[in-house]
Structure formats: structure tokens, C-alpha cells
């Protein structure tokens, strides 16, 4: 039993080391951990030139899509506080609109814009039907344009209702 | 009697009772055919409802019902790569010979259903976001617990000595298991392409409830279904412990 015990002991002692030595680590990394920056921390304007990937959500009415004489679509990258313009040719993704998060890639320009070459799209963990997200439209608890739907706890036990069931 | 039984620790007891392979055999024998035939009506009606009955998301559409593949194999790749973890502590502190032979048949289970995991992932992130893969914390901590459930394929097995073997998968599988707070919280700790958890312990799941039951249906099916898989793996591999005992032991017969 004293083995055992001896044994269980080393176990946990060697556990607490190893936790504590990742979580050391992942603090220490923690800048080149993110996927993306956003457009607050972009504006300090320290990582001018370089290919970073910029994250938010795309401001309402900002979009104009490209067309003739002019090739890139342009929107702007919101995340409340500070938001960047953002000029992309391509194809842009399915779920690219206006209130919808996005993740650019490319790198900011000496004039403040942001010049992307990869536009990938940032759907929330919200998930429902289509009736359910348009009786929410349509009570007014829910404006697209504006951003991610409210949340789940206003509108989850109404669902069952809104399905007409 | 009694007092041999009073002596013991009932903790102790109970462990042991089930390192009996005689016993293990039995149990499993009549547990199993019950768990296999409920793993594949529960999967086989999870799946049907969310593939062909559940309703297409709001924004994503019919590329939604991945979801029902997608989330039940994660969270199995997961609970899979824990239950290897308990096992290995098993085995390193009780030295439970039953924990070593079913932490060697969990390892190539777990690292099929992750491949399922990162597979249906790719697949649902070319159409939804517009990339087949990205380097996101999320996706990332994943494929190192794919690599994980490799290397411990690998090393059980690379040993001469199977008792070796053990131990060092157990050590590495503990290692390891580091990993998983940092997959459960990478979209929390962090900026990742990969979105939050729908589904959690404290708030409402922002779900709606036509889609989260099918989901929650599947991933009771997924998790029947590794169950089954690993016990029976774990009886053949009893079995065969047997069978090579015996043989040895009718070798060293006629030698003699």
C-alpha cells in the first residue's frame, strides 16, 4: 500500500510540474498564440508592413463590392472601438456580409489601409433554422447588420414556439 | 474469514476484482453484444434525424448537418484520449494489468475517430469559412492530440518486453494529456478562426432545440459505439494473452 501511495504521489507531483510548466509557457507565448489581431491593437501601428491577419467583424455599410474600373471589394473591419479599411480582390467567401466576422490576411499599408490577400469568414457558435432567425427579425430582437445574434438564453426557449410547434 | 475480508481496503478490492481476466471475460461477454446492438440504433438514429430530418442552419445551410458527424467525434477523440489517461494512471500506480491492455486498445480507436474529427472539420471549413485548414489554436491542439494517439500506437508496441512497452506508453499518454485544457480552451484563451462552444455547462446552449438533440442523440451513439469497439478489442486482446500463455506453456512441455 505504501508503494502504491509512494507511486501516486510521484504521479501527482510530477502532474503539478508539467501543468504548471505549459501554463508558464502558454503565458509566455500568448502574443503568437492568436490567430488574428484586431483593428485596436492594428492601429498602434506596430506591425506596419508586415503579413498579419486581422480580425472582426465587417462594419455595416462599409462594403462596396468591386466592379467596373475598380477591381478590389473594400469594407471595413470593425471591432467597436477602431476600425481599419480593407481592400481585397478575390473571391470572397459565402458567409461574407456586413455584421459578419472575417479574418484577413495581408498586411497594413503606409496610408492606414489594409491591403488583404486572403479573406476567410468567422461564423458564432450560434446555431438555429431559418424561421427561428427570422422571428427573431421580425420581433426586433435581432438586427444581422449590427452583429451576431443576441444571446442564447433570450431566444432558445422561445424557439420551440417560433417553429410553430 | 471476516476478518481477512475487514482487513482489506474495500477501495483496493473492488479495483482488483476487475484485473481478473477470467471475470473481465465474462462480464464483457454478456455486456457486449447488448452494447454493440444500442450503439448502432442510437447512432443509426442520431444520424438519420440530424442528416435528413433536422432543419439547415439559418446562414451555413444544409453544410450544417456535419455538425452531427463533426462535434460527437471530437468530443469522443477527447473523452477517448481521458479514458487512456485514467488507464495509464492505473497502470502506473495500481499496476492493473487490465488498464495496460485496454490503454493499447484505446490508442488506435481514439486516433481514428480524431482523424474522422480533423477530416469532417476540413471538409466543413472550405465551404463555411473558405479554407481547407488553418493554423488556429483550436485545429492546431488537435492534430497534436492525432499525433499523440500515434506516438502511443507506436511506443506501446516497440518494446520486446510488452511490460516495458506499458510503462512507457502510460508515461507518455500522461504527458499528453496536458493537451486536452488546452484543446477545451484554446477558442476560450485565445483569437481563433475555430468559434466558441455552442454548448456548455453554465448558460443556455445557443442551439436550437431541433438541432441540439439530434446532435446530443449522435454523440450518445458515438460514444456507445467506442465503447463497444474498445471491450471487444480488449477481449481479443485477452484472449490472445491466453492463447500465447498456453502455447508457451506447451512448449516449455515438450522441451522438458
Same mark, same amino acid.
Given at each position: 500500500?505504501?508503494?502504491? #501511495? ?13 501543468? &504548471? ?28 508592413? #508586415? ?10 455599410? &462599409? ?6 474600373? #475598380? ?17 481585397? &480582390? ?31 469568414? +468567422? ?6 433554422? +431559418? ?7 421580425? &420581433? ?26 | 474469514?471476516?476478518?481477512? !475480508?475487514?482487513?482489506? $481496503? ?13 471475470? *473481465? ?8 453484444? %447488448?452494447?454493440?446492438? /444500442? ?8 444520424? /438519420?434525424?440530424?442528416? *435528413? ?29 481521458? $479514458? ?7 497502470? =502506473?500506480? %495500481? ?26 472539420? $476540413?471538409? %466543413? ?17 488537435? =492534430? ?8 502511443? !500506437?507506436? =511506443? ?12 512507457? /506508453? ?5 504527458? /499528453? ?11 476560450? %484563451? ?10 456548455? *455547462? ?13 446532435? =446530443? ?8 459505439? *467506442? ?15 491466453? !492463447? ?13
Amino acid at each position: 500500500m505504501t508503494r502504491k #501511495r509512494r507511486r501516486l504521489y510521484v504521479l501527482l507531483a510530477c502532474g503539478i510540474g508539467l501543468g &504548471s510548466a505549459t501554463a508558464l509557457v502558454l503565458t509566455a507565448f500568448n502574443d503568437n498564440l492568436v490567430f488574428f489581431v484586431s483593428p485596436t491593437d492594428m492601429a498602434k501601428g506596430e506591425r506596419m508592413g #508586415r503579413q498579419v491577419r486581422l480580425g472582426g467583424l465587417v462594419e455595416k455599410g &462599409s462594403v462596396q463590392r468591386g466592379g467596373e474600373g #475598380r477591381p478590389a471589394t473594400l469594407f471595413r473591419v470593425t471591432d467597436g472601438a477602431a476600425s481599419i479599411g480593407v481592400s481585397y &480582390s478575390g473571391i470572397l467567401p459565402d458567409l461574407f456580409r456586413e455584421g459578419q466576422g472575417v479574418v484577413v490576411l495581408g498586411a497594413l499599408q503606409p496610408d492606414g489601409t489594409f491591403k488583404a490577400n486572403e479573406v476567410l469568414a +468567422k461564423h458564432d457558435e450560434t446555431y438555429m433554422p +431559418k424561421e427561428v432567425a427570422e422571428a427573431l427579425k421580425k &420581433s426586433g430582437q435581432w438586427n444581422p447588420g449590427a452583429g451576431p445574434p443576441p444571446p442564447a438564453a433570450t431566444w432558445n426557449a422561445t424557439a420551440p414556439k417560433a417553429e410553430g410547434k | 474469514m471476516d476478518t481477512e !475480508i475487514v482487513g482489506q $481496503s474495500p477501495r483496493g478490492r473492488s479495483l482488483h476484482r476487475f484485473a481478473n481476466p477470467g471475470r *473481465f471475460l465474462r462480464l464483457s461477454g454478456a455486456v457486449l453484444p %447488448w452494447l454493440s446492438v /444500442g450503439a448502432l440504433i442510437t447512432v443509426s438514429f442520431g444520424l /438519420g434525424w440530424g442528416l *435528413f430530418f433536422s432543419p439547415a442552419d439559418y446562414q451555413q445551410g444544409d453544410a450544417v448537418r456535419i455538425i452531427y458527424v463533426h462535434v460527437p467525434a471530437a468530443w469522443l477523440a477527447s473523452a477517448g484520449y481521458l $479514458s487512456l489517461a485514467i488507464c495509464s494512471v492505473l497502470s =502506473l500506480v %495500481w499496476r492493473h494489468p487490465l488498464a495496460d491492455l485496454a490503454a493499447m486498445e484505446i490508442g488506435p480507436v481514439g486516433a481514428g475517430f480524431t482523424a474522422v474529427c480533423l477530416a469532417t472539420g $476540413s471538409l %466543413w471549413g472550405k465551404p463555411m469559412w473558405g479554407a481547407w485548414w488553418v493554423w488556429d489554436a483550436r485545429l492546431t491542439s488537435v =492534430l497534436v492530440l492525432f499525433f499523440l494517439y500515434l506516438g502511443h !500506437i507506436a =511506443l506501446v508496441r516497440a518494446f520486446d518486453d510488452p511490460t516495458r512497452g506499458h510503462r512507457a /506508453g502510460a508515461i507518455l499518454a500522461l504527458v /499528453g494529456a496536458v493537451n486536452l485544457p488546452i484543446i477545451k480552451f484554446s477558442v476560450d %484563451w485565445w483569437n481563433t478562426l475555430h468559434q466558441p462552444a455552442s454548448i456548455n *455547462f453554465t448558460s443556455a446552449p445557443s442551439m436550437a432545440p431541433s438541432m441540439l438533440w439530434p446532435l =446530443l442523440i449522435s454523440a450518445v451513439g458515438f460514444t456507445l459505439v *467506442f465503447a463497444a469497439i474498445v471491450v471487444a478489442r480488449t477481449r481479443a486482446a485477452v484472449m490472445e494473452r491466453r !492463447i500465447r500463455g498456453l502455447l508457451m506453456a506447451r512448449a516449455a512441455q515438450a522441451e522438458a
